[in-house]
């Protein structure tokens, strides 16, 4: 059988794809990455660095213009800056909403997107990286597990029982995924996770807090910030 | 509350957005349309025709690129011929497996990307013309109950509550619908179902016999086919 994964370069996807390799071997391996029209292009160029790694078939799907009419901070149009805070003071702002930095939806927009190019290829599982701490609080929804189990459902009876969506680490948080990634010796220092582009994570937006702090958890320093 | 549309142009989805203009006032009521590289793009034309007969903003979304490695016959690059017997006939061919013109997970993707842009533009409501008949047997599985009931879940959840997908005529047939539509005054001859292009329905493909059938089963006569 076959297998795509939804490939973003940040730490988690790119556990992701080591997991799905492991099992299915490189060359039934389909890693499937999204341009949504972020302000910088660092994550992609990780997703190529990291499929090449693994000698993967590369899909790059282009889908900016569906998010046009958004001001989610992460958006190159946008006139929103990405906030340097914890999640939780985000969230403390946003009144329990999801935060600036949640782009309408592009979980769902991307796991269906990698569904129908699983399902062009010709696979049978389609992986996906998400874990438990990933919702942070409902800053995401789109991360959240009952949003996962209504996606894994549409996208199983909605393809005929053909396409299964895999989330090997929906019950694990982001020290478990550094844990296994580990294991499985993903080369960590080419992957990025940080909002912002540059040659160094910034260290101080949601997403590099949680980073550090899953590589502290294993007495371990995150490459990137060596 | 704004409510969003995904509008195909065929009889079903123009029928759902008459049904949201009632509710919510054209003013209200944005239409999303999406090209995936279908052999003609006369539906297109028939959605830009509805929408603005029902003075509607549309956005139109152009997702080829997705279903670039699909062979599904509806596709300009298949090499397949769309089928021109019921989809009984089909169905008994693929053993009960998708049939030809299913396009992978088309209906996720399209109710994902339209989540995304009511999201983005305030909607509260996602509005699709799905119903009871949709699904024809097994033949297009992102028709069936059990695919709508992953989406809303995943819709309504993926969104942190923001965003509920509503589909009226999820319980009704397609004779149904057109009792609504007649109802509601739907420009029929506006609309297109056929999978081929050219000046009149070929009155033969799958698509075109449910039609036909459904005005019949209302004393009426397609205007399409007058």
Redesign the interface.
């Known amino acids: 059988m076959k297998a795509a994964v939804l490939l973003s370069g940040g730490l988690d996807s790119s556990t992701c794809l080591a997991q799905a390799v492991f099992e299915y071997g490189n060359e039934n391996v389909i890693a499937v990455s999204v341009f949504y029209g972020q302000k910088h292009i660092k994550e992609m160029d990780c997703s190529k660095k990291i499929a090449d790694y693994y000698n993967v078939k590369h ?1 790059c ?3 900016t ?7 989610c901070s992460l958006l190159s149009h946008s006139t929103e800056d990405i906030p340097k805070e914890t999640y939780e003071k985000q969230l403390e702002k946003t009144e329990g ?2 935060v600036s930095t ?8 991307f ?3 990698a ?7 010709g696979c049978g599982a389609l992986y996906y990286g998400a874990h438990r701490d990933d919702a942070a609080g ?1 800053a995401y ?2 991360c ?1 597990e ?2 996962f ?15 299964t969506l895999k989330a090997p680490f929906i019950d694990k948080n982001k020290a478990d995924v550094v844990r296994v990634g580990t294991e499985l010796k993903v080369p960590y220092e080419l992957t990025w996770s940080c909002y912002e582009g540059g040659d160094k994570p910034c260290g101080v937006c949601g997403t590099c807090r949680d980073r550090i702090e899953a590589f502290r958890q294993n007495g371990l320093t995150d490459p990137l910030m060596k």
């Open positions: 899909i799907l282009n889908l213009d569906i998010f046009k009419s958004s001001n909403k999801p949640y782009v309408p939806f592009r979980n769902g927009l796991l269906s997107s569904a129908a190019v699983a399902l062009s290829e409902n929804p789109d959240s009952a949003f189990a209504g996606m894994a459902k549409a996208i199983y009876e909605g393809s005929g029982g053909l396409l």
